[in-house]
């Protein structure tokens, strides 16, 4: 289904769909992307959550779009570091194709995030925070 919508639109060149995949082809498959995508719709209990699917594909130096998490927006700074989109497919597609045709925000928010991710997300920062919260 996700196929025929991507032939039907004309983007079946630039949409890889590979089903499955062995976990230590992830970060190959990944590293080829132009923009990562770590979608989530609304739900009360993402409210409550941390999605560390998103420092950890900051961390391969590429621009993320992710939801309007509270965790994300208090955490991240939106527009520099990621994007973060409306609850609606509509505003993920607008920012997908805003980075897509923008070489310098592409670049600038994959660098940025890759920098805060690099400074404040290292294994020592984040047990120190829990030893101090203790």
């Not at 309007?68 to 409306?86: M, Q, S």
């Not at 920012?95 to 940025?112: C, D, F, T, V, W």
């Amino acid at each position: 289904m996700i196929r025929k919508e991507a032939i039907r639109k004309g983007l079946d060149r630039r949409i890889l769909i590979t089903g499955n995949v062995p976990r230590h082809r992830i970060p190959e498959l990944l590293s080829v992307c132009s923009v990562l995508v770590a979608p989530y719709m609304e739900s009360p209990e993402l409210h409550f959550i941390f999605p560390t699917k998103v420092p950890e594909v900051m961390a391969l130096r590429k621009p993320v779009v992710t939801a309007r998490l509270y965790e994300i927006i208090t955490t991240f700074k939106i527009n520099e570091e990621l994007l973060a989109a409306e609850y609606n497919v509509v505003d993920y597609a607008n920012k997908i194709l805003m980075l897509i045709s923008n070489n310098s925000l592409r670049n600038k928010i994959a660098e940025n995030g890759y920098i805060r991710i690099r400074r404040d997300f290292t294994w020592e920062k984040l047990a120190l925070k829990i030893i101090k919260s203790v």
